[in-house]
T-cell receptor, first 113, second 116 residues
Framework: RKEVEQDPGPFNVPEGATVAFNCTYS??????FFWYRQDCRKEPKLLMS?????NEDGRFTAQLNRASQYISLLIRDSKLSDSATYLC??????????????WGLGTSLAVNP | GAVVSQHPSRVICKSGTSVKIECRSL??????MFWYRQFPKQSLMLMAT?????????EQGVEKDKFLINHASLTLSTLTVTSAHPEDSSFYIC????????????FGSGTRLTVV
């Protein structure tokens, strides 16, 4: 089983649609969680952290279920500019207290006019 | 805040030569920086963790003698790809974060290396 698993997509949705991405992680020692966005041939950019209580930032809502080791990202009212690959990232605490990011393969989203 | 600068953004080199990539944290000190590599349509793969003032920690399968890392100051880490070959062509990205990444990591803009 992969350490961080995502549905690669692609998700093709019309403008204005609501779309949800899911992510599961295998290591219960994972400490913090993030969603990143990566545009083609560019570096990843932090979209939002994911907190246990769930958190919202504008049209984006992230949720974490530690018991199920599951993270989600919901995008409401999709815009053309939301087209990108969305990466689920888990921060694992290694032995020696070194943190290590584990990356999912990403979910590709295409928002169509 | 939390800006990471990476240079160069693109480099083409001949097979057998060495290429140095710089990663700088501009507005914070980074005792740890991370070097990633990404091949087309694949996820980011951590190559090594760069530690200021000490040796880098390499991931399994990454040759430390081929990918030399130097982290001589709290704001600069360098990755040197030695004796580059076409299969080393990839997108190399560094990242760092204040506060040990508790609030996320910032990435440099990446270096696209093409070895011909």
């Amino acid at each position: 089983r992969k350490e961080v698993e995502q549905d690669p997509g692609p998700f093709n949705v019309p403008e204005g649609a609501t779309v949800a991405f899911n992510c599961t992680y295998s290591n219960s020692a994972s400490q913090s969680f993030f969603w990143y966005r990566q545009d083609c041939r560019k570096e990843p950019k932090l979209l939002m952290s994911v907190y246990s209580s769930g958190n919202e930032d504008g049209r984006f809502t992230a949720q974490l279920n530690r018991a199920s080791q599951y993270i989600s990202l919901l995008i409401r009212d999709s815009k053309l500019s939301d087209s990108a690959t969305y990466l689920c990232v888990v921060n694992l605490n290694n032995a020696g207290n070194n943190r290590k990011l584990i990356w999912g393969l990403g979910t590709s989203l295409a928002v169509n006019p | 805040g939390a800006v990471v600068s990476q240079h160069p953004s693109r480099v083409i080199c001949k097979s057998g030569t060495s290429v140095k990539i710089e990663c700088r944290s501009l507005d914070f000190q980074a005792t740890t920086m991370f070097w990633y590599r990404q091949f087309p349509k694949q996820s980011l793969m951590l190559m090594a963790t760069s530690n200021e003032g000490s040796k880098a920690t390499y991931e399994q399968g990454v040759e430390k003698d081929k990918f030399l890392i130097n982290h001589a100051s709290l704001t600069l880490s360098t990755l040197t790809v030695t004796s580059a070959h076409p299969e080393d062509s990839s997108f190399y990205i560094c990242s760092a974060a204040p506060g040990q990444g508790r609030y996320g990591y910032t990435f440099g803009s990446g270096t696209r290396l093409t070895v011909v």
